[in-house]
C-alpha cells in the first residue's frame, strides 16, 4: 500500500456544519493532503457533557456535512478506548503505520493547547498545522504553548513539504473568516440531533456500527 497523507481534525462536531468543510478542504490543499480525518470524540475533557448530541447522531451529522469530498468522519476513538489526544494520536500511528499524519486545529484551540494533557507529546508525534480563526489570533500568539512551539514555526509557503519536517513543527495556515460555529446552530436548534436519531452509522475505518 503507497503511503497516504493524512490529516487528523479532531473535535466534538456537535454539530459538523459548513465551516468545518471550508477549513477542511482549505488545509488539504495547502498541506498537499490525500485525505482528512475528522475525529469525532466521545466526549471531550475540557468541555461539559450536558448539551452533547449522541456520538451515533453526531457521526452521522459529520458524514452528510463531508459526502462528496476526501474526508472521513469517524469515532475511531470510542473503539481505541482514547480520552485524551496524545493518546489517541499515538495508537492511530500504531495502527496506520504505512501513513503520515498531520495534526490540525484552529487558533482558539491553539489558545487553550496548554491545558491539554501533555502537549508537549502530542507536538513530538507529528508536525501541527494552526488554522486562524477570528478572535482568537492573539491568544493564541500569545499562549504559553505557543511560548514553546514558536521556535519550532516553519513558513507557510513551505506547508506541503512537511512529510519532511523534523517535529516538533508548526505551520500558521491563514484562512478567511467564516462565520459559522457549532453554538450558534445548537442555539438556532437545540434538537438538531433528533433527524439522526434513526440512522445506523458505519464507521468508515473500523467498520463497525456507532451506537
Not at 110 to 119: E, I, M, S, V
Amino acid at each position: 500500500m503507497a503511503m497516504k497523507k493524512i490529516g487528523l481534525l479532531g473535535g466534538s462536531f456537535n454539530p459538523a456544519h459548513g465551516g468545518h468543510r471550508a477549513i477542511s478542504l482549505f488545509a488539504a490543499k495547502a498541506l498537499a493532503l490525500d485525505e482528512l480525518w475528522w475525529l469525532v470524540s466521545p466526549g471531550n475533557p475540557l468541555k461539559p457533557a450536558r448539551g452533547m448530541a449522541p456520538l451515533a447522531a453526531r457521526v452521522a451529522r459529520a458524514q452528510r456535512v463531508a459526502r462528496r469530498a476526501p474526508i472521513r468522519a469517524t469515532a475511531i476513538e470510542a473503539q481505541l478506548g482514547t480520552r485524551y489526544t496524545v493518546d489517541t494520536l499515538r495508537a492511530i500511528r500504531a495502527r496506520y503505520p504505512r501513513n503520515r499524519f498531520i495534526w490540525l486545529m484552529g487558533a482558539d484551540n491553539l489558545a487553550q493547547f496548554g491545558q491539554w494533557k501533555d502537549w508537549r507529546g502530542i507536538a513530538r508525534q507529528m508536525p501541527i498545522a494552526v488554522i486562524a480563526r477570528p478572535g482568537y489570533d492573539d491568544d493564541a500568539r500569545g499562549s504559553a504553548a505557543m511560548n514553546w512551539l514558536r521556535r519550532f514555526v516553519r513558513p507557510a509557503r513551505q506547508s506541503a513539504d512537511w512529510t519532511n519536517w523534523r517535529v516538533p513543527a508548526l505551520v500558521l495556515l491563514r484562512f478567511r473568516p467564516d462565520p459559522r460555529s457549532a453554538t450558534l446552530l445548537r442555539q438556532a436548534d437545540p434538537l438538531w440531533h433528533r433527524e439522526y436519531e434513526a440512522t445506523r452509522v458505519r464507521d468508515p475505518l473500523t467498520r463497525r456500527y456507532i451506537v
